[in-house]
């Protein structure tokens, strides 16, 4: 097991790099750059002096590979990008374009928006991520699996209607619509200040901000937005589950089971539940990563300082330091969920040997 | 004894009427323990708390309630004040040539650890964005950056007289007809006065010297480094505003607390005791809180203005907003932009666009659109509101601020009336521009229009088609697009309307390749009515001019120039030499001027204090104070 995560390890590094360059290509050859956003508007920099100086700092003029070989391995050896200036003794002076190691050193860049390291910004998003992941995969799972084993043992029937029917509005069902509804029911008309977005009691924690707040003593913030983030895996999770155990119910060995005598409830949830998960434990890992990156509508709505809202806001300004750090951590996580699939693959069926 | 009770209980019934009649705004509220403002931002969170290198609206939001101007404004007129509240200059003149302008600062300005303004706290800033080492916006201010670039501003120089006199040398460079700049006979450029010059002042922040001075020396880029910088040392903070001490979490919230040290305070103290600004995904959730009570004020959008009104339990005040939303054609040819000047500053032939090249074709496209029925009308009794802004916006003529030209007060009008909707007329000037329907299917074609006659004669029997851009996400100008679509549709003409996502717009728009556009400007204050940034010969800069219409008057330049080196800048004679730059517009039609929304700003019910002017909402924000 060791030497096959290993491996996969090794096997990830030329998928992330050629992730990284596709992402690249394709973010630099979309229209509108992040200086023209940026300076849009300044309609009293009639010489877009402004404009010039932002592709100056950051190297927007150069050929895409060259932008990118500098994400990678910084500037600070590049000596032909140096200028120089008079100072204010008359003399030449070297002056250094904003300079950057390399993602390759640790350094993701700075963001063009704010001005700041991208992965600081990323960084102190993720908390607020997993928190609101964590919740809503728990969810999906403790509520969805358990809904579709119950769906299965009592399939056609009035249980097995109506979570099919409930699975079919949770996948149709829009997040964003849903949740603005939640918003409006729970927390305008029924006035419940926690269920109108947000982490915390902003103004009572205005000076020390919502990340000092213990997560226990702000556990009703995450309700709303946990619920929306999670319906749709409750969703897919019961009707996965429920197929997978009807598939399981018809195995030889649960027939084998029933003959040696065993009770209902044991050949339901010791044999066949455990090895209905093994399909579930390949989606595992996807829906991590999914969880983290596909809650950009739901931290919006909710005003949750997420990272997928930082990407959806960074593609938006065309921050590419931002955009890259985020497909970076992305590509990473794909990476990790597919290994942890792996593992529980081999957890939950014992004949896997990699 | 009786006596004195009968007098204690008309004592306190007085008491009693008294504190039921005055209103909730003269109770004193000790300071400091107003409560919270919290105001909404829909964006992202400010880049920084450094006003040098601010680039943002939110940015800006922030820092201008910690630092003074160097010339404050009118709170009424919203134009430069001598001595106005917030601001350093007490008084200025100008020399004989109108380019040289003393300053006199106020003495009684102390930053909040006690030290003094002084100038060299202007003089630090002017030196970090002369520097051309930050990332500051306002380089463009500047005539030329110490690398040497020439960035074209109006401010050549600023120094220090003494600690409490500033001379600033400001104007436009005279130059010769071939556009090259003209010096005197000591190799000095000679420069033509230049009356909008004073609000470049304010482009310039005022910082603690002391501070900024300790922190970065001359190492002005290391501001760029360490956007959240708050000046503070060993005497505390260094702040002037009714604000201070920012704290921010990203993604969620920036709080600033109350500075009671400000003296400038409209009121005599700060009442308030923290102001917070906090994120909002966007304008439903944002109005939703406010009425949910979570928001202390917001500007309410022009589809939700209705519905609040008819509440009634909310204060409010209403005006025409200060910026406008047109529809803009590109008038040179689009398969092969071009910037308005050549390198020698000669005007350069940009060819014409094959639709709107021709100004009938725009009149008639002008007389085509009802923009009565887009702006529509508000709910009256049972006759429910009509239009795309249900009645809350106002028809606007031309590049002008709507609500400044309605009250006289900064421009006068220019006497000229939005176009009418009339189809007939509409038509006729088609035909007459050689746009005809000849097959009869309800689209017109060309029939000897101008750009078959003149450019390419292989153009004649194309159909009238264009495509119409505007950004995706904007309700209205969305439903604007659609509106236009339609309504040019009677004439028979075919409108590809495309709603596309912002990035992608601004690259069509600047890249001169679009037909038409609908977006909107909101104008800055004080308003500048010569606006060459949109309409003159240097902005006309595929890639990031805005003038990206590429339109071209030589009298409007020329109009434009008298205004702005006007000698005096006495204001009504500037005045009519803008109002005949509007006439040019007007006549020109390089937009078609479609409307100005109605502004709403709520506050809620039990905000006491609030007392808002017209763009000036928060003037007196340190009287503000809530309930909670």
């Known amino acids: 097991m060791t030497r096959h995560i290993f491996r996969r390890i090794i096997q990830s590094i030329p998928t992330i790099f050629g992730v990284t360059i596709l992402s690249y290509l394709i973010m630099t050859a979309a229209p509108g750059g992040p200086a023209a956003l940026l300076t849009f508007g300044n309609i009293d920099d009639e010489n877009n002096i402004q404009r010039q100086q932002i592709e100056e700092r950051y190297g927007l003029n150069d050929p895409w590979i060259m932008q990118y070989v500098t994400w990678v391995a910084g500037n600070d050896w590049q000596v032909w990008k140096n200028r120089t200036i008079i100072n204010e003794d008359g003399e030449e002076e070297l002056v250094f374009r904003h300079t950057t190691q390399g993602v390759i050193r640790g350094d993701f860049g700075e963001s063009f928006r704010q001005r700041r390291p991208a992965l600081d910004i990323i960084l102190e998003r993720v908390p607020a991520t997993l928190e609101l992941g964590i919740a809503s995969l728990l969810v999906a799972l403790l509520v969805g699996i358990p809904i579709g084993i119950v769906a299965a043992i009592w399939h056609g029937g009035i249980f097995d209607n109506t979570s099919r029917i409930l699975a079919v509005v949770g996948n149709a069902i829009p997040n964003f619509w849903f949740g603005l509804m939640l918003i409006l029911f729970v927390g305008v008309f029924l006035d419940q200040p926690w269920a109108r977005g947000n982490r915390c009691d902003l103004s009572a924690n205005s000076r020390t901000g919502c990340g000092s707040v213990p997560i226990y003593q702000r556990m009703e913030y995450l309700l709303l937005p946990t619920f929306v983030l999670a319906y749709g895996g409750i969703a897919n999770f019961s009707r996965f589950m429920r197929t997978s155990m009807l598939d399981t119910v018809s195995s030889d060995f649960i027939r084998t089971a029933y003959a040696k005598g065993l009770r209902n409830r044991t050949v339901w949830w010791r044999h066949a539940a455990r090895n209905s998960l093994i399909p579930i434990a390949t989606f595992l890992g996807p829906a991590i990563v999914g969880v983290i990156g596909g809650s950009a509508i739901t931290e919006a709505i909710f005003t949750w300082p997420g990272l997928g809202r930082v990407f959806v806001e960074s593609i938006s300004s065309r921050d590419y330091p931002v955009v890259m750090a985020s497909v970076l951590i992305a590509s990473l996580l794909t990476v990790v969920g597919y290994i942890i699939s792996d593992i529980l693959y081999a957890v939950f069926d014992p004949r896997i040997r990699f | ?628």
């Open chain 2, 1 to 628: 004894m009786k006596q004195f009770s009968k007098l204690l209980l008309l004592g306190m019934i007085v008491a009693a009427l008294v504190a039921i009649v005055v209103p909730v705004g003269a109770q004193d509220v000790p300071a400091g323990e107003g409560g919270t403002i919290i105001e909404s931002n829909i964006g992202d969170d400010p880049a920084t708390f450094n006003p040098i290198i601010g680039n943002d609206t939110v940015s800006d939001a922030v820092s201008s309630w910690m630092y003074p101007n160097i010339i404050a404004l009118d709170d009424v007129t919203l134009v430069e004040a001598p001595g106005a509240p917030g601001g350093l200059a007490e008084s200025w003149e100008y020399d004989e040539t109108g380019t040289v302008l003393t300053l006199h600062i106020r003495q009684d300005m102390f930053w909040s650890d006690g030290e003094q303004i002084t100038a060299d706290d202007y003089i630090w800033a002017y030196n970090a964005i002369k520097s051309g080492q930050t990332t500051s916006p306002r380089t463009a201010q500047l005539y030329q950056l110490d690398d040497g670039t020439v960035t074209d501003g109006t401010i050549h120089s600023i120094t220090k007289i003494d600690d409490f006199t500033i001379e600033v040398v400001l104007g436009t460079v005279d130059r010769d007809e071939e556009g090259n700049p003209i010096t005197d006979d000591d190799g000095n450029l000679v420069l033509l006065p230049n009356c909008a010059a004073l609000s470049d002042l304010n482009s310039i922040a005022v910082v603690p010297e002391h501070i900024y001075a300790a922190a970065f020396g001359m190492d002005y880029a290391g501001m760029d480094a360490d956007p959240y910088f708050v000046p503070e040392g060993e005497n505390g903070l260094a702040t002037f505003g009714v604000f201070t001490d920012p704290f921010i979490e990203f993604g969620v919230q920036v709080s600033l607390l109350a500075n009671q040290d400000y003296i400038d305070a409209i009121s005599g103290q700060v009442t308030p005791g923290e102001w917070l600004m906090q994120n909002v995904e966007d304008q439903t959730v944002e109005y939703e809180r406010f009425l949910a009570g979570d928001f202390t004020t917001i500007g309410v959008s022009a589809d939700n203005q209705n519905a609040l009104r008819a509440d009634g339990s909310f204060q409010t005040i209403e005006y025409p907003s200060n910026g406008y939303t047109y529809m803009g054609f590109n008038l040179a040819d689009p398969s092969n932009p071009q910037p308005g000047r050549d390198e020698d500053g000669n005007l350069v032939d940009q060819g014409i666009h094959p639709i709107f090249g021709d100004l009938l074709v725009r009149q008639a496209i002008a007389h085509a659109i009802d923009v009565r029925s887009i702006i529509g009308s508000r709910p009256d009794g049972d006759n429910p509101a009509t239009g795309i802004l249900e009645g809350n916006g106002y028809l606007i003529a031309t590049h002008n601020h709507p609500g400044l030209s309605s009250t006289d007060d900064e421009l006068a009008d220019a006497g000229v009336e939005p176009y009418a909707f009339d189809l007939e007329l509409a038509a006729s000037l088609l035909e007459e521009a050689g746009w005809v329907d000849i097959d009869d299917d309800g689209i017109r074609e060309c029939q000897g229009c101008l750009y078959a006659t003149e450019v390419d004669a292989s153009f004649e029997g194309s159909e009238f088609e264009f495509e119409l851009l505007t950004n995706a996400g904007n309700n209205i100008r969305e439903a604007t697009g659609e509106t236009i679509r339609a309504q040019l549709a009677e004439i028979g003409i075919v409108v590809d309307f495309q709603a596309i996502e912002f990035g992608t717009l601004v690259d069509e728009l600047v890249g001169q390749e679009f037909d038409a556009i609908i977006i909107g400007w909101r104008l800055g204050l004080p308003f500048n009515a010569g606006a060459k940034g949109l309409f003159g010969v240097g902005a006309d800069i595929p890639g990031s001019g805005f003038n990206f219409t590429s339109y071209q008057n030589a009298d409007y330049e020329r109009l434009v120039d008298e205004g702005d080196a006007l000698a005096g800048c006495d204001p009504d004679a500037r005045d009519a030499l803008y109002v005949q730059t509007q006439i040019a517009l007007w006549e020109d039609l390089p937009y078609v001027w479609l409307f100005a929304t109605n502004t709403m700003i709520a506050a809620q019910p039990d905000l006491a204090g609030w007392d808002p002017l017209p763009y000036n909402t928060q003037w007196n924000i340190d009287a503000w104070s809530t309930s909670d």
